[in-house]
T-cell receptor, first 109, second 116 residues
Framework: SQKIEQNSEALNIQEGKTATLTCNYT??????LQWYRQDPGRGPVFLLL?????KEKRKERLKVTFDTTLKQSLFHITASQPADSATYLC????????FGTGTRLTIIP | GAGVSQSPSNKVTEKGKDVELRCDPI?????LYWYRQSLGQGLEFLIY????????KSGLPSDRFSAERTGGSVSTLTIQRTQQEDSAVYLC??????????????FGPGTRLLVL
């Protein structure tokens, strides 16, 4: 069955450094991957979508890569700030999104 | 503008009781989705509605779960004879239409259900 995994359950990064989160998928070849941010007690908020023919996508301090050979997407936050602390989810699918369990990122001042 | 709203925000019930969870999608969105998020689990798709088409119920875990969408807007997720394993956060999302990379799903805050 389709499976998506986010390698780290939790990640602590010093403020100002780059945070890198990993998403791997198996038994599927998604046409695109999505990244969401979820704060405690709230629903996920869409951040970025990357298509299979795009190697990289950027939005402000965020960068997503998509390697269809490795079946992996990397999500980077550069110049990280404490306000970036949240759980980040990757997902794929059309109507029915399949999500990883998320990585809880903490930016330490 | 208003986002997706859900009610109640929290629900505590006894095992065996029925519960109804409500979702108000963003006005004008024709697609509505229900997901479940359990502790330590990822978001799990349950069901989605697109316009007047028959809903895709492929993610419903058992026949105790059902959902309806009246008038193409508000949706109710019903869980009958609740079990303790039903305890989770139930999230609703909506999008302008269903499917495709351009159709971002906007999530509500969720209903936290605890079955004692």
């Amino acid at each position: 069955s389709q499976k998506i995994e986010q390698n780290s359950e939790a990640l602590n990064i010093q403020e100002g450094k780059t945070a890198t989160l990993t998403c791997n998928y198996t038994n599927y070849s998604p046409a695109y991957l999505q990244w969401y941010r979820q704060d405690p007690g709230r629903g996920p908020v869409f951040l970025l979508l990357i298509r299979e023919n795009e190697k990289e996508k950027r939005k402000e301090r965020l960068k997503v890569t998509f390697d269809t050979t490795l079946k992996q997407s990397l999500f980077h936050i550069t110049a990280s700030q404490p306000a970036d602390s949240a759980t980040y989810l990757c997902g794929f699918g059309n109507e029915k999104l399949t999500f990883g369990t998320g990585t809880r990122l903490t930016i330490i001042p | 503008g208003a986002g997706v709203s859900q009610s109640p925000s929290n629900k505590v019930t006894e095992k065996g009781k029925d519960v109804e969870l409500r979702c108000d999608p963003i006005s004008g969105h024709t697609a509505l989705y229900w997901y479940r998020q359990s502790l330590g689990q990822g978001l799990e798709f349950l069901i989605y509605f697109q316009g007047n088409s028959a809903p895709d119920k492929s993610g419903l875990p058992s026949d105790r779960f059902s959902a309806e969408r009246t008038g193409g807007s508000v949706s109710t997720l019903t869980i009958q004879r609740t079990q303790q394993e039903d305890s989770a956060v139930y999230l609703c999302a909506s999008s302008y239409q269903a499917g495709g990379p351009q159709e971002t799903q906007y999530f509500g805050p969720g209903t936290r259900l605890l079955v004692l």
